[in-house]
């Protein structure tokens, strides 16, 4: 097979582009590649970005990427910074906002649970939060799990009984002079009815803070002095308290899972790869104990190891995710020093990077490494498995090409009203929720689901060009909904798109439509354009099971829209139709009036009487209402009305 010349056109382009690289400056900043479109194939930040861009273009760069990335490029555009600092965040901004193709990006880049504390407080409690700020306050974890927080919680509860209560509800105990039932169970010191004065409810707080930090020992030598002068002092009470609350310390640190003798913060990351399927791990070590981990995955992963580690790094931590004083890495990374410098500025205190080589801290590192192994074989044959999954469902529907991408569309109304419909999509055998929509009708007459589909269906052919049509299409329903759509993609000259409906057997004999079962199941029905009878797989058949998955998620989201509406509806007054009346209008015509009823009966006269209520407006609600203007109502005509008037 021969290599065919490059076209004139080619040459231009790329002699254009070298020529613009070479004018590029020297200063620190951010580069986007862009292709023939103008769309951004990829985000790069550079502390030199002529000599950056420029090696791109050099014959010694063999990283991954470059032979698919080269070709495409036929633009460069700069952004300079002040210094690599800036141009990380710029950069982490820039792939969010244009999603680059070529580049890694962290999707789930939500914060963690945390537990904080403020000891400013008067009587300090715990709360749950997700994120990290400079108010004062102590704050403790990652914590991946919400189930092992909670259970740190009430464990630290047992031990160092602080209240639970928001300041209302605190308030509210105080008032009534009686505790709640979390003091009756031994879960609270109730200082909301002075069960506890400030001086033993703040040792209580040092010593639940102690135990988080990791001080264990430090807060039993502590406890262990203040029981021993209690029993000198024959407080044998207090001295059988302190007793009990350090068998609970000790009992909690022995379960703990202290994974290092060094009291240090850490985050540890390893990287496993597979091809092009990339894994990372993260180990969250707090105080020496290990609080939990996650697991993040990338696909068409072309670039190299370093920088997917490098744009993690970066992008997880872009947020008020809160840093630790040591970030463990299974190699150095281009960027670590900006981000040492950047992550130190922000926390206030040093943040380093260490890439171990042996001791407590490589065993760390290797178990962070085996973790991001076990989580690529696992997803490895889960992908397999769904191959599998998605062939079978190929063949079932007698399709030229496995789907990869599959649309479901169903409708919901209530006696048709607020007729709705909904759009899920998913890729392979997982939703892909960023690509859910929800319809709201505007031509399709009430109940008619016919109408309804092809309404839908037609939105959505006309924005293929935007968003890309699936492999598969899927409508919840029978023969009746898939020949509607059928119709509309002929009338239409949609070609290339597999057409499917599934619906749960019916009997067709009778007037009573109910489900039919078999063995104590309902079966399925799947109906194909041109297939006279319906197809009727096995009920354990993986393909069919997916579309009873894709089809449920459809109905699901379709009907939590159409409650979501349904609850707006019932909140909403008849005062809002009014015409011009906008909510500053509603409320005096409340206050002054008292109740919608007297609003209704009311005739012009006395609405012209309501504060910041024109005559105007008085007409209109009267006539709205059907209560007509007498012909001697008083006129309203100062220029404060008017300008109230024109304000609403």
Do not use: W
């Not at 002079?177 to 031994?186: K, T």
């Not at 104990?289 to 993690?312: H, N, P, Q």
């Not at 354009?529 to 459809?554: F, I, M, N, T, Y």
């Amino acid at each position: 097979m021969g290599v065919s010349e490059p076209r004139d056109s080619e040459l231009e382009e790329s002699s254009a582009l070298r020529d613009r690289v070479a004018r590029l400056p020297t200063e620190p900043g951010v580069y986007l590649f862009k292709d023939a479109d103008d769309a951004v194939l990829y985000v790069g930040k550079a502390q030199n970005l002529r000599a950056r861009v420029r090696s791109y273009f050099g014959r010694g760069d063999g990283r991954i990427r470059m032979h698919f990335l080269l070709p495409r490029i036929r633009d460069v555009e700069v952004v300079a910074t002040t210094n690599v600092q800036e141009a990380l965040l710029l950069e982490n901004q820039l792939i969010k906002q244009h999603k680059p193709r070529f580049n890694v990006r962290l999707r789930d880049d939500k914060n963690y649970l945390a537990l904080r504390i403020d000891p400013q407080e008067r009587f300090p409690r715990f709360s749950e939060t997700r994120s990290f700020r400079k108010d004062g306050a102590a704050y403790f974890g990652p914590y991946t799990s919400s189930t092992s927080m909670r259970q740190t919680l009430r464990s630290l509860q047992r031990i160092f009984p602080l209240r639970t209560c928001s300041a209302n509800v605190f308030k509210s105990y105080a008032r009534r002079g009686r505790p709640c039932l979390e003091h009756s169970v031994g879960r609270c010191a109730a200082p909301c009815c002075d069960r506890i004065d400030e001086s033993d409810y703040r040792e209580l707080v040092d010593g639940a803070i102690k135990l988080l930090r990791g001080q264990a020992g430090e807060l039993l030598r502590q406890l262990e002095a203040e029981m021993k002068a209690a029993a000198e002092a024959e407080q044998f009470e207090l001295a059988a308290r302190l007793r009990d609350r350090i068998r609970a310390v000790e009992y909690t640190v022995e379960r703990q899972s202290s994974v290092s003798t060094q009291f240090v913060d850490r985050d540890v990351f390893a990287l496993a790869r597979e091809g092009r399927s990339v894994e990372v791990q993260a180990l969250h070590v707090r105080a020496g104990c290990l609080l939990g981990g996650a697991s993040f995955s990338f696909r068409g992963v072309r670039l190299s190891d370093e920088e997917v580690l490098d744009s993690f790094l970066s992008q997880y931590y872009a947020s008020d995710r809160g840093l630790p004083q040591e970030i463990l890495i299974p190699f150095v990374v281009e960027s670590s020093e900006a981000l040492e410098a950047h992550f130190s500025a922000r926390a206030e205190r040093s943040v380093r990077f260490a890439v171990p080589q042996r001791g407590e801290r490589r065993r760390l590192l290797d178990m962070a490494q085996r973790n991001a192994d076990l989580a690529l074989a696992e997803r490895s044959q889960r992908e397999r498995s769904d191959e599998d999954i998605l062939e079978e469902l190929a063949r079932l529907l007698g399709l030229a090409h496995v789907p990869e991408r599959i649309e479901c569309y169903d409708t919901s109304h209530l006696r048709g009203q607020l007729h709705v419909g909904s759009r899920v999509a998913f890729v392979g055998t997982q939703p892909d929720a960023d690509r859910y929509r929800r319809y709201k009708l505007r031509e399709a007459s009430p109940g008619d689901d016919y109408g309804a589909l092809r309404e839908i269906l037609a939105r959505r052919i006309a924005r293929f060009d935007t968003d890309p049509p699936p492999d598969l299409l899927l409508l919840d329903g029978g023969k009746g909904q898939l020949s509607a759509v059928a119709a509309l993609f002929d009338d239409l000259e949609v070609r290339g798109i597999a057409l499917a409906s599934i619906a749960k057997e019916r009997d067709d004999s009778g007037r009573s439509g109910r489900v039919l079962r078999h063995g104590g199941t309902k079966r399925e029905r799947i109906f194909l354009p041109g297939v006279k009878d319906p197809l009727q797989p096995a009920s354990d058949s993986p393909a069919l099971l997916l579309l009873q998955r894709v089809r449920d998620e459809s109905h699901r989201f379709a009907i939590r829209y159409h409650r979501e509406l349904r609850r707006k509806m019932a909140t909403r007054s008849i005062l809002d139709e009014l015409p011009g009346i906008g909510p500053v209008k509603r409320r005096a015509l409340l206050r002054h009036l008292g109740s919608l009823e007297r609003v209704r009966r009311a005739d012009a006269e006395e609405l012209a009487l309501v504060p910041k209520i024109t005559r105007r407006d008085a007409e209109q609600i009267a006539t709205f209402f059907r209560a007509p203007l007498p012909a001697d109502a008083p006129t309203d005509e100062g220029p404060e009305a008017d300008n109230e008037g024109a304000s609403e």
